[in-house]
T-cell receptor, first 110, second 115 residues
């Protein structure tokens, strides 16, 4: 079945770039998403990439997709303390049901 | 439209009791999903509806769980004879089929604590 893997923690200094990585197994994935979850809240869609793209930039966010290796990354430029949250990678396969990773907890130090 | 609304936000119940949660999706969205999230985990798929039809259910959805979406608008998730292992955040999401690029809009969730 589908599986999405992420590293659990990332710690960066304010102003640095953060890179959160994700791998997935479903070769039929069409869309890949990045969601952000703050404490006690639901998930907020940050950005997405279609499987025929290899890069997408949206303000401070850059998504890179290596479809051959089934590897997705999210780069946050100029990371701020307000970016501290849990970031989830999700893939949409043929079932049209998003499958989520366990989330990467991003901690931003002042 | 203020997004996906879930009620209640928190529910504490005694083991063995029944609970029901409600989700009001974005009005023009025809797909509605229920997920469960436990501490330290990502959301796990439970079930989803397209309009009023329940199209898929996860193996996680035991016989004690039932979901409905009458008239294709709001949805309810009922858990009968709750167990401590049911304690989790229950998330609802909605989307419009054929617009996968817009992602899935999540509600703030209902946190269930079974004591």
């Amino acid at each position: 079945g589908e599986d999405v893997e992420q590293s659990l923690f990332l710690s960066v200094r304010e102003g640095d770039s953060s890179v959160i990585n994700c791998t997935y197994t479903d070769s039929s994935s069409t869309y890949l998403y990045w969601y952000k979850q703050e404490p006690g809240a639901g998930l907020q869609l940050l950005t997405y990439i279609f499987s025929n793209m290899d890069m997408k930039q949206d303000q401070r966010l850059t998504v890179l997709l290596n479809k051959k290796d089934k590897h997705l990354s999210l780069r946050i430029a100029d990371t701020q303390t307000g970016d501290s949250a849990i970031y989830f990678c999700a893939e949409l396969g043929g079932s049209y049901i998003p499958t989520f990773g366990r989330g990467t907890s991003l901690i931003v130090h002042p | 439209d203020t997004g996906v609304s879930q009620n209640p936000r928190h529910k504490i119940t005694k083991r063995g009791q029944n609970v029901t949660f409600r989700c009001d999706p974005i009005s023009e969205h025809n797909r509605l999903y229920w997920y469960r999230q436990t501490l330290g985990q990502g959301p796990e798929f439970l079930t989803y509806f397209q309009n009023e039809a329940q199209l898929e259910k996860s193996r996680l959805l035991s016989d004690r769980f039932s979901a409905e979406r009458p008239k294709g608008s709001f949805s309810t998730l009922e858990i009968q004879r709750t167990e401590q292992g049911d304690s989790a955040m229950y998330l609802c999401a909605s989307s419009y089929a054929r617009t996968f690029g817009y992602g899935y809009t999540f509600g703030s969730g209902t946190r269930l604590t079974v004591v």
